[in-house]
């Protein structure tokens, strides 16, 4: 296999997964509300979670069990409800944070997310997010059954290389944004906009709009 055949299944995986992580979404509004607070102890496992999640759930796609996804509805039903709650629930916290706003500033830690809370969080919105399994087990999945057998892994070594990407340019890229973020006003806006898309899309995962 020359490095051409190998190349092109990769780069074909890499702008495919990033196709469907780069949206706005939950996952992605919160390490971007992460990596504003920059605090890189944070950040660093947080990010590690999201990409290494990702491969999981791609490696489960690409080895066929989309088809077990798809097979049990009772089990995404359950994880669709309790997604909903919970987003809806981090929603409401955002807002209350938009129009109750605390003493959070990006030179210091005062009022930021703490470790706990941050991993813990970012293990609810990626793993009782139903689309998740849709996006990465099914579709990726399906889209990776369909290379020949010799280039299925270098497509999914791809699509596993742009979550990363994603996730780590997401993370350690929004400290650029901070100098917007030192007025207490923006971090308002921010917080509100977190809240309309939490709450958004837990109405959405409620009622399977």
């Known amino acids: 296999m020359t490095a051409a055949t190998t190349l092109l299944p990769a780069v074909l995986g890499l702008v495919t997964g990033l196709s469907l992580i780069i949206a706005i979404g939950a996952q ?7 990596g504003i607070e920059g605090r890189t102890r944070v950040i660093l496992p947080v990010v590690a979670i999201c990409a290494l999640s990702d491969a999981v759930l791609i490696l489960a796609g690409v080895l ?12 995404m039903v359950v ?3 309790v997604g909903a ?8 916290w955002a807002a209350r944070r938009a129009i109750r706003p605390g003493a959070l500033l990006v030179t210091g830690s005062n009022g930021a997310t703490g470790m706990g809370v941050a991993v813990g969080t970012v293990l609810a919105l990626t793993w009782l997010n139903p689309h998740v ?3 990465t087990v099914v579709l990726l999945g399906s889209v990776a059954s369909q290379q020949e ?16 990407l994603w996730f780590a340019g997401l993370g350690f890229g929004a400290r650029l944004l901070r100098p917007i973020f030192a007025r207490p006003q923006a971090w308002r806006v921010l917080d509100g906009i977190i809240a309309v898309v939490m709450i958004a899309l837990g109405a959405r995962l409620a009622f399977d709009l």
């Open 149 to 164: 057998a010799a280039e299925r892994w270098w497509w999914a070594g791809g699509a596993m290389a742009g979550s990363l």
């Open 85 to 92: 709650a919970f987003l809806i629930g981090y929603g409401l």
């Open 79 to 81: 994880v669709r409800i």
């Open 133 to 135: 399994y849709l996006d």
């Open 28 to 34: 992605n509004a919160f390490v971007l509300r992460l």
């Open 64 to 75: 066929g069990m989309g088809a077990l996804v798809n097979a049990a509805p009772v089990a």
